[in-house]
């Protein structure tokens, strides 16, 4: 149910079309008359809304106030949208030509028409202030960014001036080219300037003024600056300037101006001062005077002023004085001087003074166009030129410029036209030919050759004979009298003369008729200048300055022409937008709509034809998309959501809405809408569908709103309490940890239970990261003390298991070495112990086919030998050295001479042995005496003494039964008697019997540093290895974890 404040705001909605009109023209139902159309800028400019489209045309009108629609709030909202979204204005154009130049990469341009005061310059100056702020910028951007918008006051100062109809008047045409790089940034730009009004330097009209930039620099001039010009602060005080009697104007502020200008100028790059120069030597030229008779040569009497233009020109004064009270004739092949009158004089000189400004100003375009150059570039250009004038007098001047739109208007129907036809075809849709005025017959009646009107002035300015004005006007009537749109006083009917004056000839242009007075078309076509001023310009040129280059190119209405010709090329390549300015009032009065004066522009512009071509065919068209998108909920069946083909939805949608065939087409992409009021039909059911839909909308989204309200409070709920939890957990978990450190000393209890499982816990987890990894490394972390014998264990363990995994890698010959054996018997107890640890035991010393006697192999039959050395024997009486072999079998030692058994001894009866402590290799084998086959111990020494004894140990299993001893050595010789062996060290082994009767053995002391320190970690790494064999020996086979 809707309430009553609805149905009152859905009805504003309706009647606000009425109210603010529409926004696009084509939407008029009745399109064709000129009172709909002014009755709906009316409505529109009421309510301050100045822009309105004719398709994609933009009509803008001047509203003569700061109105609240140029911020960077509004650049942002045209950004990047659909043209047609938001409301018409002149930065949609602008985002629009962005758009079409970076997405279709075509060039575009932006031509900008309308009166005098309409609006165009500034329009041209929006368009570029969007593009300084929305584009994309780098640093080097920033700086051609700057000179593009400074330009703008530079071209101002120079070529702007107050007239009656605009404070701020361009007196010439401007195309302006801005250049975009790849990135879509402005990196450069171009100018071309059209026909400036030149003769406003030397007279203006009363109310008007001459260019800015005079009253700036005397206004806003400093002090030395102007001393060094010789100008005076009073614009009073030169004749150029009190032509039009308004040296001042309140809205315009010469003093800031200048300043501004003189920034722009060193920005764009101007340093140097000769172009004020040059202004300055126009005001001291206008302020020349002559002398003498009225019929008689004219002389100069002024000489201040010649002296100041001879320095600030660079000339010689006395060629310049005579250059400008002579002109040069050639008669007979000879060249003359002949003096001016007065009058003459005064033409000369200001046709200098209008010659010297126009090249400074196409002089300084080039300069600004030098500082903006860039290549390789998209490009939108910016056409700001002169829309149709029409004037009580209207002279060489309109006619160039009404041709010039009538040129603009033959481009916009052509373009308008093929790219209406151009869009009919890509959709599909049959074109129905448009009924237009085709102004090619005015444009022909103007430049054609040999038969248009420039043709013939040319002609007249060229020929040889008494031309004038008159015979000019003559010739057109002769060549072109006959042309529809070409009328003379002459030529014209009764009612036609009264308004006509003998002098003028009439064009019918596509905006209107327009007369035009003769007086001075030829003057103005050869841009008069006698010859022997060029010659001072010439000199000029060559002395000193670059500005004032001289080229001949064709009289002036054919370089118009010329350049129009090229302008229109220029414009061909581009993608047109159009913007249409009109003035609502002649006194710059914002709110007062003149309706005459609109009208009168509607006209001129040609905005009625615009909009007959626009609407030739349909009045609306959109995008499937779009048009669906906006108006899916008036059909059930594409609300919400259409998911069929486009087409088909538009076509459901359409038919639902009662559309009858003739209304509309369906093109591939595109609807066409035929009627306005088809279209209206559907948006105000849309307005009324909004309402009801808005509340049933509104319900539901409240639903879903306290719905959504409800799940994400519970949600949030459910995370603060798994919040809260934790946080408890981890209160708790810290408050165990500081009881338990302080109980860390008690036994185990429940206050420090956790603590010491947590120390326990880390000990481990350190331990397991810091494991030794060979059986060398020796470090151990430093358990907590609850832990030192478990961790005393755990290191045994480790260790044994590092070691039998060491063991296992082992090489296996390393196995069945005896070595372990010699090392518990020996280590640390004999000196030369370590020397034999590096050297491998071996199964035997004597081959048992080689080194022992066959014949004693005979006698020990099949009994298997284990081991055999040589040895030496010393006597037991005389201690007498003789050479053994000994030899090891299984249950017996025996020692041979050659092939004789000399002594057997069983195992079971060897008592023990004996050796030194020292590095000798004595031993004594005791015997026991019980058995009488003995004669005794056996005193031997050998080589091999730890290898052998070793040996001994193990066959005869007598592992504990070896003695080693400090000093002597007592043994047995035979029934009771006793022998002593006495152990020295010394420098030289000597074994010899001592005065005492006893052996005496003097062993080499081991140096210990024998082989260097190489050695000595070669020997205790073997001493280790061995005991670790004995510890392999002992353990536990532990798996390797
Ligand atoms: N959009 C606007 N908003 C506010 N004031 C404007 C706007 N457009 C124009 N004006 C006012 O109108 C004056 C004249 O505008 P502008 O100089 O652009 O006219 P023009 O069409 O270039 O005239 P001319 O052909 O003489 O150069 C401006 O100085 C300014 O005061
Ligand atoms: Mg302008």
Not at 585 to 593: M, S
Not at 759 to 775: D, I, N
Request: hydrophobic residues 35%; contains cysteine; charged residues 25%.
């Amino acid at each position: 149910k809707m309430s009553k404040k609805q149905y009152i705001m859905m009805e504003s909605a309706l009647t606000a079309r009425d109210r603010v009109g529409v926004q696009d023209f084509v939407l008029l139902e009745n399109y064709t008359s000129e009172v709909a159309f002014i009755e709906n800028l009316r409505k529109r400019f009421k309510e301050n809304l100045i822009y309105t489209y004719i398709g994609s045309v933009l009509v803008s009108m001047n509203p003569y106030k700061d109105l609240e629609i140029y911020t960077k709030q509004h650049m942002e909202r045209y950004r990047g949208v659909n043209f047609y979204e938001v409301s018409p204005h002149i930065y949609a154009v602008a985002d629009n030509a962005y758009r079409s130049m970076r997405t279709e990469r075509r060039d575009q341009c932006i031509l900008i028409s309308g009166e005098s005061g309409a609006g165009k310059t500034e329009a041209s100056k929006k368009v570029l202030q969007y593009y300084a702020i929305t584009c994309p910028a780098s640093e080097h951007v920033q700086t051609v960014k700057d000179r593009l918008l400074q330009s703008n006051p530079v071209l101002e100062a120079f070529g702007n001036a107050k007239t009656l109809r605009n404070d701020n008047s361009s007196r010439f045409g401007k195309y302006m080219d801005i250049q975009f790089d790849f990135k879509g940034a402005p990196v450069g730009g171009h100018i071309i300037n059209y026909l400036l009004e030149k003769s406003r330097v030397v007279h203006q009209s009363h109310g008007e003024r001459n260019f800015h930039i005079f009253y700036q620099l005397i206004e806003g001039g400093e002090e030395d600056l102007l001393r060094r010009l010789g100008l005076e602060k009073n614009p009073q005080q030169y004749q150029y300037l009190v032509k039009g009697n308004c040296p001042k104007v309140s809205s315009i502020n010469d003093r800031n101006d200048w300043k501004i200008v003189r920034k722009a100028l060193s920005i764009i790059g101007f340093t140097d001062d000769e172009l004020l120069n040059i202004i300055a030597s126009v005001l001291h030229l206008g302020n020349v005077q002559y002398g003498g008779e009225d019929s008689g040569s004219a002389y100069i009497t002024t000489e201040t002023q010649i002296k100041y233009l001879a320095r600030l020109l660079g000339v010689d004064g006395t060629v310049l004085k005579e250059a400008l009270t002579h002109k040069k004739i050639i008669a007979k092949g000879e060249e003359l001087m002949s003096p001016l009158n007065q009058e003459q004089a005064a033409s000369a000189r200001d046709a200098l003074s209008k010659a010297i400004y126009g090249r400074t100003f196409t002089w300084l375009v080039n300069k600004i166009n030098d500082s903006l150059a860039f290549k390789n570039a998209s490009v939108i250009g910016l056409l700001d030129i002169y829309g149709f004038e029409v004037f009580q007098n209207n002279s060489f001047e309109q006619f160039c410029i009404n041709y010039c739109n009538e040129k603009l208007q033959q481009l916009f129907i052509e373009l308008t036209l093929k790219s209406e036809q151009e869009e009919y075809e890509a959709e599909g849709i049959t074109w129905e030919p448009v009924q237009y005025f085709n102004n090619k017959i005015i444009c022909d009646l103007v430049e054609e050759k040999f038969k248009g009107i420039i043709s013939i002035l040319d002609e007249e300015c060229l020929r040889p004979g008494d031309a004038s004005d008159i015979t000019f006007l003559e010739k057109l009537e002769d060549t072109v009298g006959g042309h529809a749109h070409f009328l003379t006083h002459k030529l014209a009917d009764g009612k036609t003369r009264k308004v006509m004056g003998r002098e003028e000839f009439r064009l019918i242009h596509y905006a209107g008729e327009v007369n035009y007075n003769v007086n001075g078309f030829l003057d103005k076509n050869n841009d008069l200048l006698f010859r022997n001023l060029k010659e001072v310009r010439e000199q000029k040129k060559q002395k000193k300055t670059k500005i004032c280059k001289y080229n001949i190119s064709g009289l002036k209405s054919t370089q118009f022409k010329n350049s129009l010709a090229k302008l229109m090329e220029i414009l061909m390549s581009k993608e047109p937008s159009y913007v249409r300015c009109i003035k609502p009032n002649d006194a710059k009065q914002a709110g007062r709509f003149d309706e005459v004066l609109i009208r009168h522009q509607v006209k001129y512009l040609g905005l009625m034809e615009n909009l007959r071509v626009r609407r030739a065919g349909f009045a609306y068209r959109r995008r499937y998309e779009t048009f669906l998108q906006r108006y899916k909920s008036l059909c059930p069946d594409t609300w919400p959501n259409w998911d069929g083909r486009l087409v088909d939805g538009v076509s459901t949608l359409v038919k639902h809405l009662g559309y009858k065939p003739e209304e509309y087409k369906l093109g591939r992409t595109k609807i066409f809408i035929r009627f306005p009021k088809t279209l209206f039909a559907t948006e105000d059911a849309l307005e009324v569908r909004k309402h009801s839909l808005g509340y049933s909308q509104k319900t539901k989204y409240r639903k879903m709103r306290q719905s959504a309200i409800k799940i994400q409070a519970w949600w949030r709920g459910i995370l603060a309490c798994r919040k809260a939890k934790r946080r408890r957990e981890a209160a708790n978990t810290i408050r165990r940890f500081i009881k338990g450190f302080i109980y860390r000393h008690q036994p185990r209890c429940p206050e420090n239970e956790y603590f010491l499982d947590y120390v326990r816990y880390s000990f481990l987890m350190k331990l397991h990261r810091s494991l030794p990894k060979t059986v060398l490394d020796k470090s151990w972390p430093t358990p907590p003390p609850a832990l030192v014998e478990a961790s005393e264990q755990l290191r045994k363990l480790c260790m044994q298991n590092m070691v039998w995994k060491y063991c296992k890698n082992i090489n296996p010959e390393w196995k069945h070495q005896q070595k372990m054996v010699a090392s518990e018997i020996f280590k640390d107890k004999k000196d030369n112990y370590p020397q034999s640890v590096p050297k491998l035991f071996v199964d035997t010393r004597l081959s048992e086919f080689s080194d022992i006697n066959p014949k004693l192999q005979q006698a020990l039959g099949n009994e298997k030998m284990k081991y055999a050395v040589p040895v030496t024997k010393y006597d037991r009486n005389g201690y007498k050295a003789r050479n053994r072999q000994l030899l090891l079998m299984a249950n017996s030692a025996i020692i041979v001479e050659e092939g004789k058994l000399k002594q057997c001894i069983d195992y079971s009866s060897l008592k023990g042995i004996s050796v030194s402590s020292l590095s000798d290799g004595m031993f004594v084998l005791h015997v026991t005496c019980e058995d009488n086959k003995q004669k005794g111990d056996v005193v031997l020494q050998c080589e091999h003494v730890i290898e052998t004894l070793t040996k001994v140990a193990i066959c005869a299993d007598k592992m504990n039964s070896i003695n080693i001893n400090q000093g002597s050595i007592k043994f047995n010789v035979a029934q009771g008697k006793e022998g002593i062996i006495d152990f020295t060290s010394g420098s030289e082994l000597l074994i010899a019997k001592a005065k005492n009767g006893h052996l005496s053995v003097v062993s080499i002391a081991v140096e210990i540093n024998l082989n260097g320190c190489l050695s000595r970690l070669f020997f205790f790494f073997l001493t280790e290895i061995m005991n670790l064999f004995l510890i392999s020996q002992t353990a536990p086979r532990l798996n390797s974890r």
